[in-house]
């Protein structure tokens, strides 16, 4: 469990960010609203074209992270999490607001490990969303399509 909450911590700290996973309602009384959210897949499904969209290392603003903080600044994060204990999984979405450094900017790329997202939404409406192909130190990038008109998303 401690691992968990490192990992968790690890994201939040780095901005490599968030993501948020399942929610799953719970009368558990163990388990208790937090404010964090992760939960270790047992397999994860991925598109192995994704990585052709993501920059080469040499490309990218930080070498570090999938993140493109040159194209898209996050302004606001706001997790919304339960902690089952027994589970020792944290699940729960996160609300992100962001701003695009540029009109043309169409997607946002988020630094993810270990996590399931079960769905991407802005305004109620499902975004087309990957993760890529896992990468021993970076995780999995997760890359959501963004409409013109939005400027805030929920992962769940």
């Given at each position: 469990?401690?691992?968990?909450?490192?990992?968790?911590?690890?994201?939040?700290?780095?901005?490599?960010?968030?993501?948020?996973c399942?929610?799953?309602?719970?009368?558990?009384?163990?388990?208790?609203?937090?404010?964090?959210?992760?939960?270790?897949?047992?397999?994860?499904?991925?598109?192995?074209?994704?990585?052709?969209?993501?920059?080469?290392?040499?490309?990218?603003f930080?070498?570090?992270?999938?993140?493109?903080?040159?194209?898209?600044?996050?302004?606001?994060?706001?997790?919304?999490?339960?902690?089952?204990?027994?589970?020792?999984?944290?699940?729960?979405?996160?609300?992100i607001?962001?701003?695009?450094?540029s009109?043309?900017?169409?997607?946002?790329?988020?630094?993810?490990?270990?996590?399931?997202?079960?769905?991407v939404?802005?305004?109620?409406?499902?975004?087309?969303?990957q993760?890529?192909?896992v990468?021993?130190?970076?995780?999995?990038a997760?890359?959501?399509?963004?409409?013109?008109?939005v400027?805030?998303?929920?992962?769940?």
């Open positions: 469990m401690i691992k968990r909450i490192v990992l968790l911590s690890f994201l939040v700290v780095s901005l490599s960010f968030l993501s948020a399942q929610t799953e309602g719970t009368s558990d009384p163990s388990a208790q609203t937090s404010t964090a959210s992760v939960e270790t897949p047992e397999s994860t499904e991925t598109d192995t074209t994704i990585s052709d969209e993501l920059p080469d290392e040499a490309d990218r930080d070498p570090h992270s999938f993140s493109q903080p040159d194209q898209i600044v996050i302004r606001h994060f706001e997790l919304d999490l339960v902690t089952d204990f027994d589970r020792q999984v944290l699940d729960g979405t996160v609300l607001q962001f701003e695009r450094l009109d043309t900017v169409d997607r946002l790329i988020l630094d993810t490990r270990d996590l399931t997202i079960s769905e939404t802005a305004n109620g409406t499902a975004l087309t969303h993760l890529s192909e990468d021993a130190v970076l995780g999995q997760l890359i959501i399509d963004l409409p013109a008109d400027s805030e998303l929920r992962i769940r």
